[in-house]
């Protein structure tokens, strides 16, 4: 009896994962991003290889999984890195971190001649460019002089996106109407519905790849570090290592907010706690 055709969807999407593969996919998500991927993430992972493995004509997720370990720092690789990133950020994402930003760190030392930041895992921008927004509301025009902030992320993909800065109304949706005519340039013909953020804005900030579970270059040290909603992902130890090395990069008195879901309770490492996920360096300041 000859087998039912198969859906469309069933042609788009690679049958599912065997065991041994999605094993062998989880550990080099751990090793290369430190992110831990569980049983019963199967699912996910086979939507989100789906189009890598269409674009190279891969039906077997072992011969696409030999392909991407070819080599390691490949076109390929990196594909299957940005693919298994999860992205999703907001503008005014947790918004009493930009006031206390505003507040703790921005007015405190505006008597600097620069003040450089660090916004770690920065996905499409709408983090670092929120506090660009907020240092110019807070110190003025010479924000745009005086203010850098160093954005980071493991994804070539989203670290484009970011530098594009071009965003639907719909994502702007969370900032003020006044906001929008500031800092955004708005789309016109093709590009109706969108707006890009202005030249001096986002010439306060700068995107780099950096993977937060190898060493870090040499930078700052920072009064503040943003690293909101990345360790969500990663296992106790990864999380020492990470903050450890954030810790480095702080100056003595330098703050360091995480993602509200994300507490360092627990881990090793010697930053004072200031409020729901607001941490402090000791130190003067
Ligand atoms: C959910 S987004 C958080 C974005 C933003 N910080 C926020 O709170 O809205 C997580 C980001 O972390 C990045 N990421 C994941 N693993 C990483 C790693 N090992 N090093 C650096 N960035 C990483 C992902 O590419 C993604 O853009």
């Known amino acids: 009896m000859p087998l039912p055709e198969p859906a469309l969807a069933d042609l788009q999407t690679p049958p599912g994962i065997p065991d041994a593969e999605f094993r062998e996919i989880c550990s080099l998500v751990q ?14 992972v086979t939507l989100r290889l789906a189009e890598p493995m269409r674009r190279g004509g891969f039906t077997s997720f072992g011969r696409y999984m ?39 760190v921005l007015l405190p030392l505006r008597h600097r001649p620069e003040l450089q930041v660090w916004c770690a895992a920065s996905s499409s921008g709408e983090e670092p460019y929120t506090m660009a927004m907020h240092a110019v509301e807070a110190l003025g025009e010479s924000a745009y002089r005086q203010v850098r902030i160093i954005a980071t992320d493991i994804s070539h993909a989203i670290l484009e996106q970011a530098r594009r800065g071009v965003y639907s109304a719909q994502r702007l ?10 800092y955004f340039l708005r789309g016109e013909g093709q590009w109706q519905g969108y ?33 909101r909603n990345v360790m969500i992902y990663f296992n106790p130890e990864t999380r020492s290592l990470v903050v450890n090395q954030m810790r480095t990069r702080l100056e003595p008195g330098g703050y360091l907010f995480v993602g509200h879901a994300e507490s360092l309770n627990g881990l090793n490492v010697q930053l004072d706690y200031v409020q729901p996920s607001v941490y402090r360096l000791a130190g003067p300041g």
Do not use: Y
């Open 66 to 104: 030999e392909h991407v370990k070819r080599d390691p720092e490949g076109p390929a690789m990196l594909e299957f890195i940005d693919s298994l990133t999860t992205n999703h950020t907001n503008f005014l994402r947790e918004a009493n971190h930009f006031e206390f930003w505003q507040q703790q």
């Open 173 to 182: 949706a969370p900032l003020p109407e006044a906001w929008c005519r500031r």
């Open 195 to 227: 707006f890009r953020v202005k030249p001096e804005l986002s010439r306060m900030v700068e995107f780099r790849r950096l993977n937060l579970i190898e060493s870090l270059p040499l930078m700052g040290p920072f009064p503040a570090i943003f690293c």
């Open 31 to 44: 090793q290369r991003l430190g992110i831990e991927l569980r049983p019963g993430k199967e699912a996910l």
